[in-house]
């Protein structure tokens, strides 16, 4: 007995090092995924734990695709609230490097933040480029002291 | 079927005595012994390089010298940088081995700190009771394994201050805690008693939020973010070592910035 | 190997005994440094990946050393110590055999010039390969000092507390990191060409693997004379 406790520790170690090998997923969800099908934007927000963010401090951030690569798609140019009094974030989209962009009304619930940055979950880039052209009219700029809550992700890999 | 790790020949317990398991380190005994599992694992097992698992092992032994090294570079006395309170990020960037949906909040009204292991006071402890020890604030830089970093404000009592109320043998290798989803982790006496080890119970002057680890979290100025475990529900004062989520899958134990 | 092909005309030959253009422990060295230096390039580019400073741009896991993250990292943690200890005796063998001063110096910027201008009109045909030429010089010295860096950068990073008053001078924790990366690219921009022109020119190849033609003690003359026959 006294022999094969020492041996089978060491199995243990071995054991151990090859099964650290075999994992290959770092986590269970990965990070920025859309709504489920059926699921509104506000009851995903809410899903997302949602912070208390300052409007001011939101301007200016990169909006990333929520993958490996960290795709930019833009950046955020300014807040408003349509008709209906839904905050949308007007991001400065496509282009590149920042030239030839054009805004767009991205509804806040269909993004999150991530750190100093922000990310749109709920659109592809491909269902992006079709929203129009964003037109002021009819919306009413978010004071940049004003607090909203916006949803949270973990990194995307 | 004959496993391809047992020896042909079975070598003599007391070399085997000798050579206890990998999963050790710490202190600056770690630095040898790291440096000789190699050259016994090689030895003993009979692993040989050409088996990727063999050369897995190799890289987890070079990892566990590391540490020692990494323990014999660590300062008790150097501080982190610290920032201004207009620079801290709010809200904070959110990680765990999971999305934010996942997240279980805890009720701070019923949460209790379980207290085990070398420690005179083995009772658990309330939200009140660790918000009457006195309270320690910062503003660091979290620095993540994956390379980001941003800068924080924690507050909470130092986690020296709280060893100390519960008698806990300060000569002790390793602080080990348990958390509400599942987390476990562990660090090393020396950091635990660094001043800028925290069990923080808010954020930027608020209390701490459910994603962020509500009602504490440890907070470490000195150690790479995934070594600051949140939703902390027991904490562990022992000699054996307790390892930690990361740690088996093959990161660095002792992560320190 | 014939004595007269390392002389120009009216120059004494090349003595038979005499130290290789690349001794033993120089080879040793070199492939050495080529196995950990890919370790660490393709390690860096796993751990890159998990979070990309150029966003929009990551490796592909064909590239990458490690299934995920935690395995480049253990690689890269681990080949750096075959860098450093394999680099310092590189460095301390290179001065204190005089080999640095005797192969990458003087340099002079019209030679530099000469050079590249002959390498881009195919000119590479190297006659005496115990001699650096001003463009192999000058990509030799800012290899070395690359790697060098990448030491320096990379330690900030990895300690960016007990090393803090290092970082504050690099520019800042995510500063270095932008360093560390800048670097990589350097040092696998030199790769490209080196590699290339080695296999373009093999006898370089196989020099460094069997030594190469040997070489006086001072090689002042010979390198005189190799120039004015490169000035062609």
């Keep these: 007995m006294k022999r094969t406790a ?9 054991f151990l090092a090859s099964a650290v090998s075999s994992v290959r997923a770092q986590s269970t969800t990965p990070g920025g995924m859309p709504p489920p099908p059926g699921m509104s934007l506000a009851q995903s927000t809410a899903m997302r734990f949602a912070q208390p963010v300052r409007v001011g401090d939101l301007i200016g951030r990169e909006v990333l ?14 807040l408003v609230r349509d008709r209906d009094g839904q905050i949308m974030v007007v991001v400065d989209f496509g282009g590149f490097l920042g030239f030839g962009t054009r805004p767009i009304a991205v509804p806040v619930d269909a993004m999150v933040l991530l750190g100093q940055d922000m990310e749109i979950v709920a659109f592809t880039p491909e269902q992006l480029r079709q929203f129009p052209t964003f037109s002021p009219s009819g919306t009413t700029d978010v004071a940049n002291d004003t607090i909203i809550k916006v949803g949270l992700a973990k990194p995307s890999h | 079927m004959r496993s391809p790790f047992r020896p042909d020949a079975v ?26 599992s190699l050259g016994a694992l090689v030895m003993l097992t009979g ?5 990727p698992e063999a050369v897995q092992s190799a890289l987890l032994a070079i990892s566990r010298l590391n540490d020692g090294v990494q323990a014999l570079l660590f300062d008790p006395n150097k501080l982190a940088p ?86 806990a043998d300060l000569r002790a ?61 027991a904490i562990e004062v022992t000699n054996t070592y307790p390892g930690g989520y990361w740690e088996k899958k093959g990161f660095s134990w002792f992560a320190g910035l | 190997m014939n004595q007269i092909e390392n002389s120009a005309p009216g120059v004494p030959p090349t003595p038979r005994m005499g130290r290789r253009l690349h001794p033993w422990p120089l080879r040793i060295m070199h492939w050495v440094n080529a196995v950990v230096m890919l370790v660490m390039i393709t390690s860096g580019w796993g751990i890159y990946d998990d979070d990309v400073i150029i966003r929009g741009f990551h490796f592909s896991k064909f590239w990458r050393l490690g299934d995920w993250a935690a395995w480049s990292l253990n690689w890269h943690f681990a080949g750096m110590w075959f860098l450093v200890i394999n680099g310092l005796i590189y460095l301390t063998y290179g001065f204190v055999t005089g080999r640095f001063r005797e192969k990458l110096l003087p340099i002079r910027p019209a030679e530099v010039v ?14 005496d390969i115990t001699v650096y030429n001003a463009v192999q010089k000058l990509l030799y010295i800012i290899v070395i000092l690359a790697g060098i860096a990448q030491v320096i950068t990379g ?12 970082v504050s001078l690099l520019g800042g924790f995510q500063t270095a990191r932008v360093l560390h990366f800048v670097g990589m690219a350097v040092i696998v921009g030199f790769l490209v060409v080196h590699v290339a022109l080695a296999l373009l020119v093999p006898k370089t190849l196989w020099a460094m693997v069997a030594g190469g033609p040997r070489v006086s003690a001072s090689s002042h003359a010979q390198d005189h004379h190799a120039r004015q026959g490169h000035a062609a």
């Design chain 2, 11 to 36: 070598p003599d317990a007391a070399i085997l005595d000798d050579h206890k398991p990998l999963m050790r380190s710490l202190s600056r005994r770690g630095l040898i012994r790291g440096s000789l």
């Design chain 2, 47 to 51: 692993c040989d390089v050409k088996r």
């Design chain 2, 173 to 233: 290798k390793y602080v080990a805690f348990k958390t509400a989803d599942d987390y476990p982790s562990s660090i090393d006496m020396a950091t635990a008693l660094h001043p800028q080890t925290l069990l923080a119970t808010q954020y930027g002057g608020d209390t701490l939020a459910d994603p962020f680890g509500y009602p504490v979290r440890l907070r470490m100025a000195t150690k790479l973010g995934y070594k600051n475990p949140k939703w902390i529900t």
């Design chain 3, 114 to 127: 000469q050079t590249v201008v002959d390498t881009l009109h195919f000119k590479i045909a190297h006659d």
């Design chain 3, 155 to 166: 330690l900030a990073i990895w300690k960016p507390v007990q090393f803090s008053g290092l």
């Design chain 1, 6 to 14: 020492p041996i089978r520790m060491l199995l243990a170690s071995c």
């Design chain 2, 82 to 167: 610290t920032y201004p309170a207009s620079m801290i990020l709010r809200p904070p960037k959110f990680n765990a081995y999971y999305d934010v949906m996942d997240v279980k909040p805890v009720n701070g009204a019923t949460w209790r700190l379980e207290v085990s292991g070398l420690v005179a006071d083995k009772r658990a402890w309330t939200l009140r009771d660790l918000r009457a020890l006195p309270q320690t604030s910062m503003v660091i830089k979290h620095v993540c394994v994956e390379g980001w970093s941003y800068i924080g404000g924690w507050s909470g009592p130092t986690l020296r201050s709280f060893l100390e109320r519960v008698g």
């Design chain 1, 65 to 78: 695709r929520p993958v490996e690569s960290q795709d930019v798609l833009g950046r955020v140019g300014r």
